[in-house]
């Protein structure tokens, strides 16, 4: 199992800007896709970005595009997420994920495809 490790979450104003990081062990697990899951107080776990590891396929959330940018650093042991833009909205603990399975337009979103989890790291968004 991959161990997954974020950092980077801070309290900023609307408008400003953050990079969130997701170390991943250097573990030889397969990870065909990595993503990043966000939960609001009293919402549900939502996926925010996802990608796919070997096509380089990219999905995000609606209310997310053109805000936010997921990539991985060369080596492809770290998960990156550019946020820009943030709104208060984008308050939450974000959480990195990584699956075995390759993910699709139809399934990223889905928590059951992901099989390792990071701890979560909180964002919070003032307005």
């Known amino acids: 199992q991959v161990q997954l490790v974020e950092s980077g979450g801070d309290s900023v104003q609307a408008g400003g800007s953050l990079r969130l990081s997701c170390a991943a062990s250097?573990?030889?697990?397969?990870?065909?896709?990595m993503a990043w899951f966000r939960q609001a107080p009293g919402k549900e776990r939502e996926g925010v970005a996802a990608?796919?590891?070997?096509?380089?396929?990219?999905y995000y959330a609606d209310s997310v595009r053109n805000r936010f940018t997921i990539f991985q650093d060369n080596a492809k042991i770290t998960l990156l997420l550019q946020m820009n833009v943030l709104k208060p909205e984008d308050t939450a603990v974000y959480y990195c994920?990584?699956?075995?399975?390759?993910?699709?337009?139809?399934?990223?979103?889905?928590?059951?495809?992901?099989?390792?989890w990071g701890q979560g790291t909180q964002v919070t968004v003032s307005s």
């Open positions: 990608i796919s590891t070997g096509s380089g396929r990219i």
């Open positions: 994920a990584a699956s075995k399975d390759d993910c699709y337009s139809g399934s990223w979103r889905s928590q059951d495809i992901y099989n390792s």
């Open positions: 250097r573990s030889t697990a397969i990870r065909n896709c």
